[in-house]
Nanobody
Framework: QVQLVESGGGLVQAGGSLRLSCAAS????????MAWFRRAPGKEREFVASVSWSGGRPASGDSVKGRFSISRDNAKNTVYLQMDSLKPEDTAVYYCAARDPWHSQYDYWGQGTQVTVSS
């Protein structure tokens, strides 16, 4: 079983930056597509960003384009989400997820880390 552990959340002022990390427990990490999702209070879960096993083909949701970037370090089994120019509407619990490239749904999820952006 793969475990994903997020870290790096916290409280930040609008316009500030945070970097989230997600460490995977097993070395299947290098084969998996990795992604970040978020869920704000009272809202549906939202796709934030994803990256392929090689670190290429990064994708991001429309609401974070140009402000957030995803990257991964396969040697460290870790994926990162750099969040810049944060807005109060970015406040949410952020989840790391992993999926086999042949699967359409994400196979593994972390417990989430809270990000709060104050105005």
């Amino acid at each position: 079983q793969v475990q994903l552990v997020e870290s790096g959340g916290g409280l930040v002022q609008a316009g500030g930056s945070l970097r989230l990390s997600c460490a995977a427990s097993r070395n299947i990490f290098s084969r998996y597509v990795m992604a970040w999702f978020r869920r704000a209070p009272g809202k549906e879960r939202e796709f934030v960003a994803s990256v392929s096993w090689s670190g290429g083909r990064p994708a991001s949701g429309d609401s974070v384009k140009g402000r957030f970037s995803i990257s991964r370090d396969n040697a460290k089994n870790t994926v990162y989400l750099q969040m810049d120019s944060l807005k109060p509407e970015d406040t949410a619990v952020y989840y790391c997820a992993a999926r086999d490239p042949w699967h359409s749904q994400y196979d593994y999820w972390g417990q989430g880390t809270q990000v709060t952006v104050s105005s």
